[in-house]
């Protein structure tokens, strides 16, 4: 009887601990609109390990994937209200919130991720960065979702005029519409979580993504056609809800900086993974890859979205992205 007492009490005292340090912890919700399979998680894992790291367990960093808490524009309201604390998102519904964001999405910018890497993590970066303030958004750091390519389910995509009529899901980006539309398709905003929905459906013909989120989402098993355009630079940036950031010591928020970096060099690591063996695992899905395609075809037609960035906002920006020495 008294060796039962003793394992009783020793159970509850057990038990008092964990729900004790499980209370210790603060929670931190991690927000985002891809698969946990994604680079995206690849991220989140990342940040929670380092966290754990430097805080010593002080911090639970629950994942919210799939927009489950809704698009990225969703997510990034929700940011401003804090309703989530922190959330990795692709740039393009950004620019509705910071105009000079539009720029990083304008098609053939970057030359390749070199030189995309040195302006994110250079003066002109850190400018942006800096910028979320002014919309109620801490900017953490830049991740990577990689160059966009274009997929679709009706024909083989070489040039501008294998895209007329056909109807294109865009990010909800202004530019990128224009971008389109200017190839004589059809684009279609919608947000991340509907699209696979939506080519399921026959909704929309086609979709826009890094090889990356090609495969994580598995759009290969409703798209029969990828053509390697490569036609805008995809960067992802990680955000904090300005409520919460108050909430943190200086020598905290110094940790979910450094989190941050952890995360962004993995989302990075996960890109160049997926871009040395992606095209293998969708041909071996079936999918028809193009990649013998004249971009320079690509690049006159989408010229009218840099005049309506540089009309609307000036191109001083674009001319130092262009002229960047990396």
């Known amino acids: 009887m008294k060796h039962t007492t003793q394992i009783a009490l020793t159970l509850a005292l057990s038990l008092t601990l964990i ?3 499980a209370q210790a912890q603060r929670q931190v919700s991690f927000a985002h609109a891809a698969s946990e399979q994604s680079h995206a998680g690849s991220g989140y894992r990342a940040f929670a390990e380092k966290l754990n790291e430097l805080s010593d367990g002080a911090f639970n960093v629950r994942e919210n994937c799939c927009g489950s808490l809704g698009g990225e524009r969703d997510m990034i309201e929700g940011l401003q209200i804090g309703s989530v604390d922190l959330v990795f998102t692709s740039t393009g519904p950004l620019g509705n919130f910071i105009e000079d964001v539009y720029a990083f999405d304008l098609p053939f910018l970057f030359q390749n991720y070199d030189h995309a890497y040195a302006v994110l993590d250079g003066p002109i970066g850190q400018e942006m960065l800096e910028k979320m303030s002014e919309v109620d958004l801490v900017g953490l750091a830049w991740g990577d979702n990689g160059f966009r390519h274009l997929t679709n389910s009706r024909n083989a995509v ?9 109807t294109i899901r865009t990010m909800e980006n202004r530019i990128h519409i224009e971008a389109f539309r200017s190839l004589g398709a059809r684009p279609t905003p919608m947000p991340f979580p509907e699209v696979f929905t939506a080519l399921q459906q026959g909704a929309v013909d086609g979709q826009e993504n890094p090889l990356s989120l090609i495969v994580a989402t598995r759009f290969y098993e409703a798209q029969d056609h990828l053509s390697l355009t490569g036609h805008v630079y995809s ?3 990680l955000l904090a809800s300005p409520i919460f950031w108050s909430s943190l010591s200086e ?3 110094g940790w979910f900086r450094e989190a941050a970096q952890a995360a962004a060099e993995a989302t990075r690591e996960h890109i160049q993974r997926l871009e040395a063996d992606g095209v293998e695992l969708l041909e071996n899905e079936g999918v028809n890859v193009v990649t013998d395609i004249d971009i320079e075809p690509f690049q006159e037609r989408m010229d009218p979205a840099y ?5 609307r906002y000036g191109d001083e920006l674009l001319e130092r992205i262009r002229n960047f020495e990396y």
Do not use: H, K, N, V
């Not at 070489?158 to 056909?166: A, Q, V």
């Not at 005049?307 to 009309?311: C, F, N, T």
């Open 19 to 21: 729900t004790t340090t």
């Open 158 to 166: 070489r040039s501008p005029s294998d895209l007329e009529g056909m």
């Open 235 to 237: 960067p992802a940036i």
């Open 251 to 253: 020598e905290e928020q």
């Open 307 to 311: 005049q309506l960035y540089a009309d």
